[in-house]
């Protein structure tokens, strides 16, 4: 596999800043993630994307799809005997003369913490729906995540080739139940399952698309005018033609200034219709990509001034990633760079010890191909290897002290006790947890009751359990033997919350280990609804992301 550099030529880089400025790279660089509910299509289109940027050959390159080498992070036993993927990649390429940072995340519901991670990294996301089932519970989830961070979101309707819902039926569902405004920049023509091509909204011609076989290569595309689509396509060119009318006399058009900043402002969304599966509307996403989503832009600190994006250099820590590899038993730090220019070997200063930082091992990514990386610029992502001390939420600067907000944990709802199976393997038990803590691949909390020997592990998704138990087995051989615990939910408390609740029945009050924060935990939300109904006084905060994962 060849994959094509992220680096500007100098007539790219010209074409960008002159001098190759920080704040010229940066208006070249697209970063942003896919999310998704599982089994939308997320890993097709991450795929179907790096295919038409020509950064691989064939479709399955990238997630290790028939029979081909991958080269994600799925390098757990798992993730191959289950085709599923529990931690996120970084894919960076070229396309055109800009550089795109696509960071693919986990499509399982379990992980959703790790793709909340990626968020506070990206500068926009693309939303993907299934065609037959529309906006689904993981989806929401995550979009309501991308609200809070104010991440501008665009929408690509998938398996349009496959039986679905009417369009007119799948946008109005994104304006009533997220109240994003749908500004359809394509839109099919044939009904779900009978796909003949997309009309160009903003002048009115066609593509009609021939799939390559099993969707390994670029679908060979026609462009139609207008006159020839409607002698060719008949009563579908006509209904399509109609819908778009329609549809503008509502006012969901993206063709004005004030539509490209109702898009950025996350008050609406540009819709595409596609399916990644036969490599169909996805060259036009990835052109709007460049096109519409925002560049780097300077960074809010924790104390509300900005950093901006030609300040000495900043960036933020939103992923640690042990064991990527087996021949790389290491910990790489994935770091969103957020100003200034990175230069491999700068000595940065870690925010909160106030220690210096070394970047003398610094890599770029694809999937899980590493190179040594030179130099990199705002919307970059930067590995960093064997950086033991770094943590998701930390900030790494030069020159000019920043602390960026740190990234919140999401809401646990299912809870475990952790014992060591063999008590000779103790210290590698603690070493292990703590690592894993320190990754971000479980949250760890202290009990009073149980003690250090017994920690409570507390996942957004049982799997995160599995992931846990197999790699205190592979990597610190420490098998355990886990307790699961019949609390269902967490609110964050106060001590005088703590006091008062530490003798009632069947509630549990206990620390949550990084970040010292007190949390009560409870059987059920009935529970939770006597305890503030008896006491309405109490601190009793909910969680980010707080609701039953599917």
């Not at 957020?338 to 220690?355: I, Y």
């Not at 930390?394 to 952790?418: G, Q, R, Y």
């Amino acid at each position: 596999m060849t994959v094509a550099s992220p680096h500007a030529d100098p007539g790219e880089r010209d074409a960008a800043g002159p001098d190759g400025s920080p704040a010229g790279e940066a208006r070249r660089r697209r970063t942003f993630a896919v999310i998704s509910h599982p089994d939308a299509g997320k890993s097709t289109l991450t795929e179907a994307l790096a295919l038409h940027a020509e950064v691989i050959s064939a479709a399955g390159a990238v997630h290790g799809k028939g029979g081909r080498k991958g080269v994600t992070s799925d390098w757990m036993d798992m993730e191959r005997e289950r085709g599923i993927s529990v931690t996120s990649a970084v894919l960076q390429f070229a396309y055109r003369d800009h550089v795109i940072n696509l960071l693919d995340t986990p499509g399982h519901g379990d992980f959703s913490e790790d793709t909340y991670r990626v968020l506070a990294a990206v500068d926009a996301a693309v939303m993907l729906l299934d065609a037959a089932r529309g906006l689904e519970p993981q989806t929401l989830k995550l979009f309501d995540v991308c609200r809070a961070r104010g991440v501008p979101v665009l929408t690509f309707v998938n398996k349009w080739d496959r039986p679905g819902r009417e369009p007119l039926e799948l946008v109005d569902e994104v304006e009533q139940r997220i109240g994003l405004r749908p500004m359809p920049i394509t839109w099919p023509v044939g009904i779900a399952g009978d796909f003949h091509g997309l009309v160009e909204r903003s002048d009115g011609t066609m593509r009609r698309f021939t799939r390559a076989a099993h969707g390994a290569s670029r679908a060979a595309e026609e462009r139609l005018d207008a006159d020839r689509a409607a002698a060719e396509e008949g009563v579908d060119w006509e209904r399509a033609t109609e819908e778009l009318e329609l549809l503008g006399e509502v006012g969901a058009a993206f063709d004005t200034a004030e539509s490209m900043a109702a898009f950025h402002d996350g008050t609406a969304t540009p819709v595409m219709f596609g399916a990644a599966l036969s490599n169909i509307g996805v060259a036009r996403l990835l052109d709007a990509l460049v096109e519409l989503a925002p560049p780097p832009s300077p960074r809010p600190s924790a104390t509300g001034d900005e950093r901006a994006i030609d300040a000495p250099f900043s960036g933020l820590v939103f992923k640690v990633q042990a064991s990527m590899d087996k021949s790389h038993r290491d910990r790489v730090a994935f770091v969103r760079i957020c100003s200034g220019r990175f230069e491999r070997g700068m000595v940065l200063t870690h925010d909160a010890t106030g220690r210096p930082f070394a970047t003398k091992y610094a890599q770029a990514m694809f999937g899980r191909d590493r190179s040594t990386i030179e130099e990199a610029f705002p919307g970059d992502i930067v590995g960093l290897v064997n950086a033991t001390a770094l943590r998701p939420g930390d900030t790494l600067w030069a020159e000019k002290p920043v602390t960026f907000p740190t990234i919140p944990s999401f809401a646990p709802e299912h809870f475990s006790v952790a014992r060591v199976a063999d008590a000779s393997k103790t210290k590698q038990f603690r070493k292990g947890i703590e690592q894993l803590d320190s990754e971000g691949v479980i949250q760890v909390l202290s009990s009073d009751l149980r003690g250090d020997q017994a920690p409570v592990l507390a996942a957004v998704g049982p799997l995160q359990f599995e992931v846990v138990a197999a790699r205190l087995a592979d990597e610190f051989s420490a098998p355990i033997k886990l307790e699961r615990l019949d609390y269902t939910l967490a609110r964050r408390t106060d001590a005088a919350g703590a006091a008062a609740l530490r003798s009632a029945i069947g509630i549990e009050v206990i620390t949550r280990r990084a970040d010292g924060e007190l949390l009560a935990l409870f059987p059920h939300k009935w529970r939770l609804q006597a305890v503030t109904q008896n006491q309405p006084n109490l601190m009793l905060e909910p969680l980010i992301a707080e609701g039953a994962t599917p």
